[in-house]
């Protein structure tokens, strides 16, 4: 079950990641990863820009928690300090602020979440199709596989993959043709 803000306990999360608590950090950043970008993009503006700051700020509050001081502050607000401070400097030095009204800021955010979608369902698409690549590649020959590879992911040439495998440029040629030809079949 995860914690409520009130749950989490953020000045032992800051003191264990002065102390080089790695999981302090990676609870913090669970808890409140994802209010943080939401805070960094309604500055900037840019969902890419804002994941560069709520990056930057992960690292500056794990190497600058220990200048943390409870007195000065609640915990909670130094780290939302720490992003937005970011922020507002990434907007000064690249000027981007461009003021716009509530509808045009629900558009953009619509927009964003859909671009989100399309991402992740290409990027599922993506790993589909890996897979089924990758059990295609399973089914060659071991030769053939690796003249596959050789030529497509080491990018080299028929006469180097000649040389690697030992076999005549001919054959290997021959290889690669017949190889492709049965991944497009078997992909299909």
Known sequence: MPETSGDFDYEAALAA???????????????????LLGVALRIVRSRALAEDIVHDACVNIWTKASSFHAAR?????????????????????GHRHVAVDEDTTHALEADMSIQAHRETDAALETQVHLGRLQHCLDQLDPARRHCVLHAYVDGCSHGEIAERMGAPLGTVKAWIRRSLAAL???MA
């Open 17 to 35: 990641c002065a102390a080089g608590d790695h999981h302090a950090m990676h609870r913090l950043y669970e808890h409140e990863g994802a209010r």
């Open 73 to 93: 502050g609640s915990a909670r607000g130094w780290i939302y300090s720490v992003v937005r401070n970011l922020a507002l400097n990434a907007v000064r030095d």
């Open 184 to 186: 497009r079949e078997c």
